[in-house]
Antibody, heavy 116, light 110 residues
Framework: QVQLVESGGGVVQPGGSLRLSCAAS????????THWVRQAPDKGLEWVAV????????RYADSVKGRFTISRDNSKNTVFLQMNSLRPEDTALYYC?????????WGQGTLVTVSS | QSVLTQPPSVSAAPGQKVTISCSGS????????VSWFQHLPGTAPKVLIY???KRPSGIPDRFSGSKSGTSATLGITGLQTGDEADYYC???????????FGGGTKLTVL
């Protein structure tokens, strides 16, 4: 049974940092590309970042480039999203998703609120 | 403003058919596979269609996908009240080297 569990969300002031984690189980984690996707309140889904299975090829949405860093630890079956210089517009539910044929499996999300 | 354009809303009666369009360009839909997701806010999105027109196991054949040029379409037949949700298209944009979602379409089953 594939399972993805996000954690690390919370309330942070503008300019602050958070590190999200996505713990995976039930599949060969090191073989799969992983994405982060977010949904701001009353907005649609927004693709955020992707990391290749071998950590050598990452991509970011323009809205987060230079502020967010995606990484993974295959020994711990975990993907991370380091978020720096947070802005109110980064407030969202953040999901991680496993890429198979598409974004086949998703976690339930972790909520990030950027507010003073 | 999303790179992919979807209608904000569609509606139809139970039992009827509805289509949801997703319009892009040659750098995204025109040269990359399209997926479709069903999403109830606060829950995990579910993939309905991948590689333009393939259904994952467990997705009923009431859901179908097609693509022509730089536009893709999701079709849903035999509408049920349980189909009320937000629907999103997703593809890769080769020019921007990013994933892109459509703006989402809210389906109402009247």
């Amino acid at each position: 049974q594939v399972q993805l569990v996000e954690s690390g969300g919370g309330v942070v002031q503008p300019g602050g940092s958070l590190r999200l984690s996505c713990a995976a189980s039930g599949f060969t984690f090191s073989s799969h590309i992983t994405h982060w996707v977010r949904q701001a309140p009353d907005k649609g889904l927004e693709w955020v970042a992707v990391i290749s299975s071998d950590v050598n090829n990452n991509r970011y949405a323009d809205s987060v480039k230079g502020r967010f860093t995606i990484s993974r630890d295959n020994s711990k079956n975990t993907v991370f999203l380091q978020m720096n210089s947070l802005r109110p517009e980064d407030t969202a539910l953040y999901y991680c998703a496993r890429q198979g044929n598409s974004l086949d499996d998703w976690g339930q999300g972790t909520l990030v609120t950027v507010s003073s | 403003q999303s790179v992919l354009t979807q209608p904000p809303s569609v509606s139809a009666a139970p039992g009827q058919k509805v289509t949801i369009s997703c319009s892009g360009s040659s750098s995204n839909i025109g040269n990359n596979p399209v997926s479709w997701f069903q999403h109830l806010p606060g829950t995990a999105p579910k993939v309905l269609i991948y590689e333009d027109n393939k259904r994952p196991s467990g997705i009923p054949d009431r859901f179908s996908g097609s693509k022509s040029g730089t536009s893709a379409t999701l079709g849903i037949t035999g509408l049920q009240t349980g189909d009320e949700a937000d629907y999103y298209c997703l593809t890769w944009d080769s020019g921007l080297s990013v994933g892109v979602f459509g703006g989402g379409t809210k389906l109402t089953v009247l």
